[in-house]
């Protein structure tokens, strides 16, 4: 499920070209349809946050917040292997899922359990309370906290670099996998869209085995038009351009929350 970037391309040129408002080039676009994206998938969670706190339960609330979780849904990765760093539960969440988003769920299985447990997230302020009364997390209750460092660290294996998204599992799981196994649940980003293209006579055509679509929900296509066009009448000056766009847009917001 997808929207094709060649037919969002052929739109925002059809518009923009309408009454000589300017010309989008390929470079533009790529560079505008990439925020654009962002832009959109960021607002999924906006709207479903906003949705879900509204009192009551009317049937066109559930309705908008199932619509917007089968949306998230596309971008969600369930039971993911992950390995550790080394024997004091760190895990580097960036040096494994390069497009991270948000953690959803870490599981953990020890080799002495029947079954994967899910581990509880602890808030720093909380580490030393747990640290000091080791009882309150076990192989049966496990327990991980967000970690921010940063930097080279020895492991078992050699140096290893930090890059600020790490997660520090208790009790410690063992980094064989063969003996424990951690699992991570998560929401990535949306792949890079590119509109591809080869020059002929000078001109630029679709080079579509190349190219890489909207990972998008297709309800959003007409979104991604106008949000490309609003940024395409301020990169030009052309702001008749960004008022059309933006009216459009507010349009569609408009239909989406009656």
Do not use: C
């Not at 609330?61 to 979780?69: G, N, P």
């Not at 909207?214 to 052309?238: N, Q, T």
Request: glycine letters at 4%.
């Amino acid at each position: 499920m997808a929207v094709n970037i060649n037919t969002v391309y052929q739109k925002v040129l059809a518009i923009a070209n309408k009454e000589k408002r300017g010309y989008i080039t390929p470079q533009e676009f790529n560079l505008f349809a990439d925020q654009a994206q962002k832009e959109i998938f960021e607002q999924y969670f906006y709207d479903l946050n906003q949705f879900k706190r509204i009192p009551g339960n009317t049937s066109n609330y559930a309705d908008m917040v199932d619509y917007l979780e089968d949306k998230v849904s596309l971008f969600t990765d369930f039971e993911t292997n992950i390995t550790l760093v080394n024997d004091d539960g760190l895990v580097d969440l960036a040096d494994q899922i390069t497009d991270l988003y948000r953690l959803n769920r870490v599981t953990v299985k020890y080799l002495e359990s029947d079954k994967a447990v899910v581990a509880e997230q602890s808030r720093l302020q909380e580490m030393s309370i747990y640290n000091t009364a080791l009882s309150t997390h076990s192989k049966k209750r496990p327990v991980y906290r967000r970690s921010g460092t940063v930097g080279t660290i020895g492991t078992p294996t050699g140096p290893h670099t930090l890059k600020g998204q790490n997660i520090v599992i208790l009790p410690h799981p063992s980094r064989d996998p063969l003996i424990d196994q951690v699992r991570i649940s998560y929401t990535r980003f949306p792949k890079k869209p590119n509109w591809a293209y080869k020059i002929i006579n000078q001109k630029p055509f679709y080079d579509g085995p190349n190219s890489t679509n909207f990972e998008l929900h297709p309800s959003d296509e007409s979104e991604l038009v106008y949000r490309v066009l609003f940024m395409a009448g301020v990169a030009i000056e052309k702001p008749q351009l960004s008022q059309f766009a933006a009216q459009s847009q507010g349009a569609i917001i408009q239909q989406e929350k009656q």
